[in-house]
């Protein structure tokens, strides 16, 4: 009998050569229950819980309170749900969307529109296959072998991306259905019996654990701004005629991609000014506006289109930054791991914030502070401002859409933006492009060119902007009298030539090289944009690969 070391969360284990991840896991002393692990990480590579462990080795575990390891676990329900409506409807098309609430809106194309009745078809057939316990099998296919599969299973959008690209996948196989999700798989269905089906016309939500809650699975919470933006990105897709990579591929290798950019940007503009439109209308009731959203959302680059709208409107607005009210270093308040945590609400003075708000509304003429982020205080003495009656105040940051910013302006007064890049372009139909993953691109792209970080920098830091994110903003979102999109359709295609050189710097023995690698699969679909003279200086993306025309 060989024995190996293995190191786990700085402790060394004596095990057994050959034992897989799930039976070593059964041996150590890890913190979080055995039920909720979903993966395992050898030096910093992503492995199966069935993998075999043949020598020494650092052993780390994904959880469902991770954020790979949650979407680890909905995908392995997709890869359910998707065997269990072939199965039952083997016609019809299952379209795996975009994120809402506490789940994943998918819609289901068949003969007839989908009804109740279908719904709890599919979820008992999910939970039959639970109860047998299946194993999911993992293939190493080649190109020619998954064309020929996808195929027969009439996955048409899949084998159009095989043959676009050079490119091969992990493939998961659950009783004779074949399919691939860019991401590790549980090995047994046994595993996945927490998770609910809810009709939502015309398709239906997939609820799962969230990664606060791992035992339990949340109610539905309805969302309809953020549906109606997503519904919106959907009819952008119809008006530029791309409905998934394979066809945006289509568009780059024919060079065609010209009016894809021409129309992509016409319709943020388009919207841009019916926002502004909007607030012109009301200028009495809409005094300040206030933008928030989360990372790499492009709030400069809006912010700043928005003004030279409203300027067109005849309106003069101007700009107050919340940084400049920042604490002193000392003040600001700190995260439960002792860190000052500046994405906190009290790290804003928010006494002296509403105090000069309201006498800059009232026709006062203030000194503004100013933030000295090297020194970490705050200045008194900054610009004065003094504004007219009819000119608006934009407000951006983090915390726009939070009450307790603007505590002391009525709510009538106020007119709210939320802004995030949500991606609607899929990469087939089981295979969507989470919108935190198109941020990550967009900020490892600006970090390095603009803030001298490199990728793997980033990528670390990304668990705790998520974490602020998920505090700061995403409670509020559905506070905003209107969201707009700043994911641009063909984006990815222009990132790709920026950040894949990044993420190939990452080494094996960086923390972030797991994470680099599934973000050069999901980039590896994409034919490259390389030409950019059609992308306007005003563009959202000029934010973040530079060249804009704002400052």
């Not at 979903?38 to 819980?49: E, F, R, S, T, W």
């Not at 790290?347 to 970490?376: S, T, W």
């Not at 993420?503 to 690698?517: D, K, N, P, V």
Request: with cysteine; charged share 25%; net charge neutral.
């Amino acid at each position: 009998m060989i024995m190996i070391k293995v190191k786990v969360a700085g402790r060394v284990y004596h095990v057994k050569a050959g034992m897989t991840i799930s039976e070593i896991l059964q041996q150590v002393d890890f913190t979080a229950e055995p039920d909720i692990v979903v993966a395992g990480v050898i030096n910093n590579v992503l492995y199966d819980l069935d993998t075999l462990v043949n020598d020494h080795t650092q052993l780390d575990f994904l959880t469902i309170k991770d954020e790979i390891g949650n979407r680890i676990y909905r995908r392995s329900l997709f890869l359910l749900l998707a065997k269990a409506i072939y199965q039952l409807f083997p016609a019809s098309k299952l379209s795996i969307e975009h994120s809402l609430s506490n789940g994943i809106y998918c819609e289901l194309h068949k003969d007839k529109p989908l009804n109740q009745h279908d719904l709890g078809r599919i979820e008992k057939k999910m939970r039959d296959f639970i109860k047998a316990d299946h194993k999911i099998n993992s293939h190493d296919f080649s190109r020619e072998q998954l064309i020929s599969i996808f195929s027969q299973q009439g996955f048409s959008d899949k084998v159009r991306l095989l043959q676009q690209l050079a490119i091969k996948y992990p493939v998961y196989e659950l009783d004779g259905f074949y399919d691939y999700f860019f991401y590790n798989m549980l090995p047994r269905t046994g595993l996945l019996d927490r998770f609910r089906l809810q009709y939502r016309m015309p398709g239906f939500i997939i609820l799962y654990p969230q990664r606060n809650n791992p035992y339990s699975v949340p109610d539905f919470i309805d969302q309809p701004k953020l549906a109606k933006i997503f519904y919106e990105y959907e009819k952008w897709g119809e008006i530029i005629n791309v409905a998934d990579v394979s066809e945006l591929n289509q568009l780059v290798n024919e060079g065609k991609y010209g009016d894809l950019i021409r129309i992509s940007e016409a319709l943020h503009e388009k919207k841009i000014a019916k926002i502004a439109d909007q607030i012109s209308n009301n200028l009495s009731d809409n005094r300040v506006i206030l933008i928030a959203g989360p990372s790499s959302s492009g709030k400069t680059t809006f912010a700043q289109r928005l003004a030279i709208q409203l300027r067109v409107n005849g309106l003069i607005p101007v700009a107050i930054s919340t940084d400049n009210y920042f604490v002193d270093r000392e003040q600001t308040p700190l995260d439960p791991e002792g860190n000052y945590d500046f994405e906190a609400l009290e790290a804003i003075d928010l006494d002296l914030f509403n105090q000069q708000l309201i006498q800059i509304i009232q026709g006062r003429e203030v000194e503004m502070p100013i933030f000295d982020f090297q020194k970490g205080r705050r200045s008194a003495r900054g610009k004065l401002l003094r504004i007219a009656e009819n000119q608006p105040i934009i407000i951006e940051g983090i915390h726009s859409l939070n009450e307790r910013l603007t505590e002391v302006i009525p709510a009538e007064h106020k007119y709210k933006i939320y802004i995030s890049a949500l991606t609607q372009l899929n990469l087939d139909r089981h295979n969507r492009i989470p919108t935190t993953d198109t941020r990550i691109i967009r900020r490892i792209v600006r970090d390095y060119y603009f803030r001298n970080n490199s990728a793997a920098m980033t990528i670390n830091w990304w668990p705790s902007v998520r974490k602020g994110e998920e505090r700061n903003i995403f409670p509020y979102q559905e506070n905003a009298d209107v969201m707009f999109n700043s994911a641009l359709i063909y984006e990815l295609a222009v990132l790709k030539n920026y950040c894949q050189p990044l993420l190939q710097q990452i080494e094996t023995s960086e923390r972030g090289f797991y994470q680099a690698r599934r973000l050069l699969r999901i980039l590896d679909c994409f034919v490259p944009i390389k030409d950019e003279a059609d992308i306007p200086r005003t563009s959202i993306i000029k934010e973040f690969i530079g060249g804009s025309a704002f400052n």
